[in-house]
């Protein structure tokens, strides 16, 4: 298993102080900033695009960024985000035409890439694919806003993902988003992800730094 990495997503963060609260989370101890983007279309929000990432990177800010694409078409979207300093570039199968295509679009274009899951899809769509997966994300929450609770079926897909991975033999991350709190986060690192997305769980406390040490401790244990 490879070390846990906690991923604060900045849909919670100061959104006005964008740059000052990226790098505070980082010196608290987070390990990669989460990067939500919606288009109101696939998902009934919308966020940030490439220029954000990019005014992030222009900022100082060097951690890894996971991009995580709720919007649909994807593909003309992923060069801007690579251009624009993205380290992971994750999409919605439901989203993509060619799901195929996309992760190799994001692979050449310098990107680690990945799929996500909604609640009710099916971990099939890794079948034949797992070869240009860098990293498999879970929603623990229906995708489209912070703050939601966390879905407890999602426990049983995640041992699911696990053993795909595991019996894979391929180095590929698991992640979790949605509903990730320090009192369920060690049941789901049990359950087999390593990397967990964080939105109102880190951001909506005054102390950054106390509530990763508090997940991290949770993590140990
Ligand atoms: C939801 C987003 C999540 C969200 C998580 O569509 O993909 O990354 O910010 O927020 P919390 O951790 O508050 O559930
Ligand atoms: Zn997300």
Redesign the pocket.
Known sequence: MKPYLIAP????ADLARLGKDVETVLKCGADVI?F?V?DNHY?P?LTFGPAVCKALRDYGIQAPIDV?L?VKPVDRIIPDFAKAGATYITFHPEASEHIDRTLQLIRDCGCKSGLVFNPATPLSYLDYVMDKVDVILL??????????S?IPATLEKLKQARKIIDDSGLDIRLEV?????TNNIAKIAAAGADMF????????QPDYQKVIAEMRNELAK
């Open positions: 997503s900045i849909l919670s989460h939500d919606m998902v929000n995580h709720m929603m623990s929450v229906n995708p489209g806003f912070g703050g939601q966390f988003d949605g509903g990730v709190k997305v964080a939105g109102s769980a880190i951001f909506d």
